[in-house]
């Protein structure tokens, strides 16, 4: 009989979604503390409202995810893949339409790579809770 603990990678793929949620709220807490800097420096009297938009829903996507992850099997099996896909779309919206255009092209190729591995990872944790499953049936 196996056990029906997460194996490494699925530790890993729960441990970015802890972060992806910390960061979220982060932002959340930045775009409250920083309110006036942000209308300083720009024109756009949205700005901080988007952000603490953003940073909260994202926070509280990523800590939910996190925690049905964290619960006793089984979730649903597009749950992880759903919730690393919205972080990324929602990261490469928010950067194609709302970033300044000077700052569109820094750290392109890190991004995709993190992007990329954060696809991976969740492939082989996929991959790894399907074994475990065939292996108790």
Request: hydrophobic share 50%.
């Amino acid at each position: 009989m196996t056990s029906h603990r997460p194996g490494f990678f699925g530790k890993l793929l729960r441990f970015s979604f802890l972060l992806a949620g910390l960061t979220g709220f982060l932002r959340l807490y930045g775009a409250i503390a920083q309110q006036p800097d942000i209308l300083s420096f720009s024109d756009k009297t949205w700005l901080p409202a988007y952000l603490m938009t953003a940073g909260g829903l994202m926070g509280l996507l990523n800590i939910t995810i996190w925690l049905l992850l964290k619960g006793k099997p089984p979730f649903p099996v597009w749950l992880p893949w759903a919730g690393v896909l919205m972080n990324i779309i929602a990261y490469w919206l928010e950067r194609l339409f709302l970033w300044a255009p000077t700052q569109r092209g820094t750290n392109v190729l890190w991004v995709i790579g993190l992007h990329f591995a954060w696809l991976i990872l969740t492939g082989i944790s996929h991959l790894q809770m399907k074994r475990r499953q065939n292996e108790r049936e």
